[in-house]
Structure formats: structure tokens, C-alpha cells
């Protein structure tokens, strides 16, 4: 048996709650991934998965080894970037997940990161704030950017490293269209906008919670038209229907070449939501991990930043 592939397909389960699905991802069979998992309860003289017939679970003992299967094959990617990387050449792979308003800000952040240090291969992956935070806690994810008021700032698992404040506006199909570019319009009260028709990121989304705040302060919620986990269709629906759409500063680039839409400043109040980049504290870092985090602290890039939010 081979210990380190058979944690690797433990944790593939847990990540997909599915026997295909994680044989999928781990490209095996199922059946190959299934006997390898038997063989890993014999190793250990116990169940360690709940079987009915799908994917059940996991017994109290198989948590147990879920939680050293993840910090095994942790230890295991560090080992295999510090060996194979040096102190001004990190090599490896780096998963960045972050939340649907900030994408562009992380791929921008992920091209400038492998630009620097062309041995380093960036994933990048919208994902909710929820999710991120699993990620991180799990350490199936090495940085996360999302927001910062989920995180406790007494917190003993996690660093922050602050990015940027993000600023909404609302996006409409504009009276005047201009030629060739978004039109940035007069701004609007959040009391205005609630009267009109909206689309938002759907409930599981940690933004949709700060919309309906915003709009809850001022007495006026809303019930949204369209809800989207997408941040395209936040433009999209716009462009061809009769809604009006909320982004963030940071996603008003992907809209900048609508000529039909305008952008008006939400105002009283001014609404200002700290984002930044979150990761797990440890008494070491890869290599890769750790030229992301200077790099994310670099004042060059902190003043890239805000000029695209």
C-alpha cells in the first residue's frame, strides 16, 4: 500500500462527497480508489467511512485520520517545494481562492506573482467566503482573498494581510450612451436605487449579506429580479434586459466596454468593506507561500491595486 495515495484519495472524498467524483478527480477508477481506501481501514484496524449505498460519511476515528491526512500531505507539499526551490526561486503550485467580487483583483495578483517568479503555477478559484474559510482551515488552500470582517481578529489560524476597501456602484443602461467605453454617472442613494429593478449575487454569497445590510439600513429592502452566483451576469443581465445590477469598484473593468451602461456611485451612506488576502498562521511557509505573501504586502502592487478599485 501506498500511505501517501491512499490519504491523498481520503481527503479527494471528503473534498467531493462522492466515491466517482473523487476517483474522477484523483484520475483512477472507482473501484481502484475504493480498494485503496479498504485497504487503508485494514492498515489501521478500523472503519474510517460510513458506507450505505453512496457515500455516508465518516466514522469518529476516520475524522480523526481525515485531520492527519491533510496535515501529512501538507507537510509533504512543503517538503517537495523546499527541496525542489530556492530562497530567490520558489517552484511549486500555489491554490488562491477568492470570493466572486474580487476575481479580477486575484488574477491579477496570480499573473504578477508567476510573472515575478516564473517557476510558481498559480490556481485561482471563485469560491464563497465560507469555502474559503474551510479551505484555509483544512489547509486544502493556501491564500484566500475575501472579506475581512469574517475574520476574528483575535484569531489563532489565520493572517490577514489587508488589499483594499471596496466601493459599490450601481450599473443601469445609460440614458447617453458614450462611445466606446462604461459612462461613470452621477451618484445615487441606496434609498433610490432599492426602487428599482435589481440583480444580486444569490444568498450564499457573503456580498448578497452586505447588499442587504446596506439596504436594510436605510429602510428600504430589497427582493432581487435575478440572483447570480456569477459576476458576469451581474453585467450581462443588464446589458440585455431591464435590471439594474450593484458591483463593486473592482469589477467595473469588466463592464468597461459596454458603451450602453453607465456607473453612479451608491452614496448616503458610503459603504467602504475591507477586503484581504487570508492565510492559515504556521511556523513555516513554503517557499511559494511565502514570496506570495511579501509580494502581497508589496507597496507597488498595494498602489496596482488601487488604481483598479
Same mark, same amino acid.
Given at each position: 500500500?501506498?500511505? /501517501?495515495?491512499s490519504?491523498?484519495?481520503l481527503?479527494?472524498?471528503d473534498?467531493h462527497h462522492?466515491?466517482?467524483?473523487a476517483?474522477?478527480?484523483?484520475? =483512477?477508477?472507482q473501484?481502484?480508489? $475504493?480498494?485503496? *481506501?479498504?485497504t487503508?481501514e485494514?492498515?489501521?484496524? *478500523?472503519?474510517?467511512?460510513?458506507?450505505?449505498?453512496?457515500?455516508a460519511?465518516f466514522?469518529?476515528?476516520g #475524522?480523526?485520520?481525515?485531520?492527519s491526512?491533510?496535515? =501529512?500531505?501538507?507537510?509533504q507539499?512543503?517538503l517537495k517545494?523546499?527541496l525542489?526551490?530556492?530562497?530567490?526561486?520558489?517552484k511549486?503550485?500555489? /491554490?488562491i481562492?477568492?470570493?466572486p467580487?474580487?476575481i479580477? /483583483?486575484?488574477?491579477?495578483?496570480?499573473?504578477?506573482?508567476q510573472?515575478?517568479y516564473?517557476?510558481?503555477?498559480?490556481?485561482?478559484r471563485?469560491m464563497?467566503s465560507i469555502?474559503i474559510?474551510?479551505?484555509?482551515?483544512?489547509?486544502?488552500l493556501?491564500?484566500?482573498?475575501?472579506?475581512?470582517?469574517?475574520?476574528?481578529a483575535?484569531? $489563532?489560524?489565520?493572517? =490577514?494581510?489587508p488589499q483594499?476597501?471596496?466601493r459599490?456602484y450601481?450599473?443601469?443602461?445609460?440614458?447617453?450612451?458614450?462611445?466606446?467605453?462604461?459612462?461613470?454617472g452621477?451618484?445615487?442613494?441606496?434609498?433610490?436605487?432599492?426602487?428599482?429593478?435589481?440583480? /444580486?449575487?444569490?444568498?450564499?454569497?457573503? #456580498?448578497?449579506?452586505?447588499?442587504?445590510?446596506?439596504?436594510?439600513s436605510?429602510g428600504s429592502p @430589497?427582493?432581487? @429580479?435575478?440572483?447570480t452566483?456569477?459576476?458576469?451576469t451581474?453585467?450581462l443581465?443588464? @446589458?440585455?434586459?431591464?435590471?439594474?445590477?450593484?458591483?463593486p469598484?473592482?469589477?467595473?473593468?469588466?463592464?468597461?466596454?459596454?458603451?450602453?451602461?453607465?456607473?453612479r456611485?451608491l452614496?448616503?451612506?458610503?459603504a467602504?468593506?475591507?477586503v484581504?488576502?487570508i492565510?492559515?498562521?504556521a511556523?513555516?511557509?513554503?517557499?511559494?507561500?511565502?514570496?506570495?505573501?511579501e509580494?502581497?504586502q508589496?507597496?507597488?502592487?498595494?498602489?496596482?491595486?488601487?488604481?483598479?478599485?
Amino acid at each position: 500500500m501506498n500511505l /501517501l495515495i491512499s490519504l491523498k484519495y481520503l481527503v479527494a472524498l471528503d473534498d467531493h462527497h462522492h466515491f466517482g467524483r473523487a476517483a474522477l478527480a484523483c484520475h =483512477v477508477t472507482q473501484p481502484a480508489l $475504493s480498494n485503496a *481506501l479498504r485497504t487503508l481501514e485494514d492498515h489501521y484496524g *478500523l472503519a474510517i467511512i460510513k458506507r450505505g449505498r453512496n457515500f455516508a460519511g465518516f466514522t469518529p476515528e476516520g #475524522n480523526q485520520v481525515l485531520s492527519s491526512a491533510r496535515r =501529512v500531505l501538507h507537510e509533504q507539499a512543503l517538503l517537495k517545494q523546499d527541496l525542489e526551490s530556492t530562497s530567490s526561486q520558489p517552484k511549486g503550485h500555489i /491554490l488562491i481562492g477568492a470570493v466572486p467580487t474580487a476575481i479580477p /483583483l486575484a488574477a491579477r495578483f496570480a499573473a504578477r506573482l508567476q510573472s515575478l517568479y516564473p517557476d510558481i503555477r498559480p490556481t485561482v478559484r471563485s469560491m464563497s467566503s465560507i469555502e474559503i474559510e474551510t479551505g484555509l482551515e483544512q489547509l486544502a488552500l493556501d491564500m484566500g482573498l475575501g472579506y475581512t470582517e469574517r475574520i476574528d481578529a483575535s484569531s $489563532s489560524k489565520l493572517r =490577514v494581510i489587508p488589499q483594499y476597501d471596496e466601493r459599490y456602484y450601481l450599473l443601469q443602461r445609460s440614458s447617453k450612451p458614450t462611445p466606446g467605453c462604461l459612462l461613470m454617472g452621477e451618484p445615487i442613494s441606496w434609498v433610490d436605487a432599492a426602487k428599482l429593478p435589481i440583480c /444580486l449575487l444569490s444568498t450564499e454569497m457573503h #456580498n448578497r449579506a452586505l447588499m442587504d445590510r446596506m439596504f436594510a439600513s436605510v429602510g428600504s429592502p @430589497v427582493s432581487p @429580479v435575478i440572483e447570480t452566483n456569477s459576476i458576469m451576469t451581474l453585467t450581462l443581465s443588464v @446589458v440585455a434586459g431591464q435590471v439594474c445590477s450593484i458591483m463593486p469598484g473592482s469589477l467595473l473593468s469588466l463592464s468597461n466596454g459596454y458603451a450602453q451602461l453607465e456607473a453612479r456611485p451608491l452614496v448616503n451612506p458610503d459603504a467602504v468593506i475591507p477586503v484581504s488576502f487570508i492565510t492559515p498562521k504556521a511556523e513555516r511557509y513554503s517557499r511559494v507561500l511565502l514570496a506570495a505573501i511579501e509580494f502581497a504586502q508589496n507597496q507597488d502592487w498595494l498602489e496596482e491595486v488601487s488604481r483598479h478599485t
